[in-house]
């Protein structure tokens, strides 16, 4: 597949929850996935800028979503440990832009670090998260626990 074939992929497997946040997947391949959300006024914190948990979902999922791309058949990941640094706050009519890059891809874990950016190309924050690559059984097949 090609990165044009990938992105369209991955923006179409989103999680209801990326499309709550209103999250765009612009590019994507195995080394880096680029996204965009809009600061809107339901992810305001007390302050009016957006919220720092709103920011992290952002990051986390442009992060799931490149660990995602990278994983063999019947495996899955989820985020194991996560760091933000809050720089700048975003305003609430901004864009967040988010660039993603892979900066450990192993067998059993990946690191990824997501810098996002405002509208005026200052960085806002800058998120290293670390995901965990498991064999994935949904559960839906089986019985009562």
Do not use: C, Y
């Not at 179409?12 to 999250?23: D, K, T, V, W």
Request: charge should be neutral; aromatic fraction near 4%; avoid cysteine.
């Amino acid at each position: 597949m090609d990165d044009l074939e990938i992105a369209a992929q991955a923006a179409a497997e989103q999680p209801e929850f990326s499309r709550f946040l209103g999250i765009r997947i612009l590019r994507a391949n195995a080394d880096e996935v680029i996204g965009d959300m809009p600061a809107t006024g339901n992810l305001a914190n007390r302050n009016g800028v957006l919220h720092g948990g709103a920011i992290m979902g952002f990051a986390d999922n442009l992060g799931g979503t490149a660990a995602t791309i990278n994983l063999g058949p019947g495996k899955a990941t989820t985020t194991i440990e996560s760091k933000t640094n809050f720089i700048r706050p975003i305003h609430i009519g901004d864009t967040v832009h988010g660039r993603t890059i892979a900066l450990h891809k192993g067998r059993t874990t990946m690191i990824w670090q997501t810098t996002i950016t405002r509208n005026d190309g200052k960085v806002a924050a800058i998120v290293t998260q670390t995901q965990m690559v498991m064999d994935w059984n949904d559960g839906r097949s089986a019985g009562p626990a």
